[in-house]
Each structure stands twice: as C-alpha cells, then as structure tokens.
C-alpha cells in the first residue's frame, strides 16, 4: 500500500533526469537504487529534503541531489520535499528558524529597527543556529513518521489479509 501510494505521486526517473538542476549529476540518475520505494529509501529522503529545505542556502534542491546520492536514498522523494520552503514560505519558515536561534543564544529578537549591512551579518548567526535546530528536529520527525507510517501500513495490510483468509468460503 505505501509503495504504490508513494509511486503515485512522486515524479518519474524520466522527468527527473531531464530536470535542469540535475544535469551536473549525468549518468549516475541510472543508478536505480536512487529510484526504489522502499521504507529506509524513502525514510532517509524525508530527512534529506526536509534537513535541505529549510536551510537559508541557495541551491538546496542540488545539495538535496547530492546528498540522496550519497546516501543512496529516493532521490524524487527528496527532491520534493526540498520544496517546503518556497518563495511563499520564505518568510514565516526563517524567521521562525532566527526567533529560535535567538531564543537558544539567549538574544532578544530583533524587529528591523536600523537596519545596516553589520545588522544583517549579525542576525545570520542566530538564523543558521536556528536553522540547523529546526532543519535537524523537522528531518528527524520526518523520518519517524515515515517510518511510522510504512509500518502501520504494513501492519494494516497483515491484519486485512488475516481476515481475508479466516472468512469462510461460500460453497453452493
């Protein structure tokens, strides 16, 4: 049930591997373990593309690419989730990440009063801190909840196929 959940609306290899971003990776999209949907597959991809996109990096669907390569996860499923953060989310999703910075460095949080260049250097410390934090939390429920998620599927699927074989069969 998961798998063909999962198939159904992650992007085909075809569609990836003309994607303009991902030209830098060439041949290695033919490796098919980047494609499987399987749950430690698609459970490390949920962290990659959540971890990446809610970073304040530039790029973060090509960081995203690497890194499932790297690790040998779904590389359609992490290059989804990249888009979490979006031009609408921008705002809310990083400064939700700089007030949580700021709270853990102990800085009161500051609204924009004065802006100059040496404000805005100093409030990237407390972003990427944030950052890091909620990115880290956000990639590891996300994982869990895959995780979660395959196995109540799976379990759903054992408990419907026990029934389906205790029922008595109808002779005429």
């Not at 980047?34 to 597959?41: A, E, K, P, T």
């Not at 910075?101 to 260049?117: D, F, K, R, V, Y």
């Amino acid at each position: 049930m998961p798998k063909r959940l999962f198939r159904k609306y992650l992007p085909s290899p075809e569609k990836l591997r003309g994607h303009r971003s991902l030209k830098f990776l060439g041949e290695i999209l033919s490796d098919p373990n980047l494609w499987h949907i399987n749950r430690h597959s698609l459970a490390g991809a949920a962290f990659i593309g959540v971890f990446t996109g809610l970073l304040p990096i530039p790029m973060q669907m090509g960081l995203a690419a690497f890194l499932a390569v790297r690790f040998h996860c779904n590389l359609p499923l992490s290059m989804v989730l990249v888009w979490l953060s979006n031009p609408l989310t921008y705002v809310p999703v990083f400064y939700f990440n700089y007030r949580i910075g700021a709270w853990l460095m102990g800085l009161p949080p500051h609204h924009g009063e004065g802006i100059t260049t040496a404000w805005f250097l100093q409030q990237l410390v407390p972003l990427w801190i944030g950052s890091l934090i909620v990115a880290l939390v956000a990639g590891l429920l996300s994982y869990g909840a895959v995780k979660v998620f395959w196995r109540l599927a799976v379990v759903r699927s054992w408990k419907l196929r026990s029934r389906k074989r205790r029922k008595p069969v109808n002779e005429p």
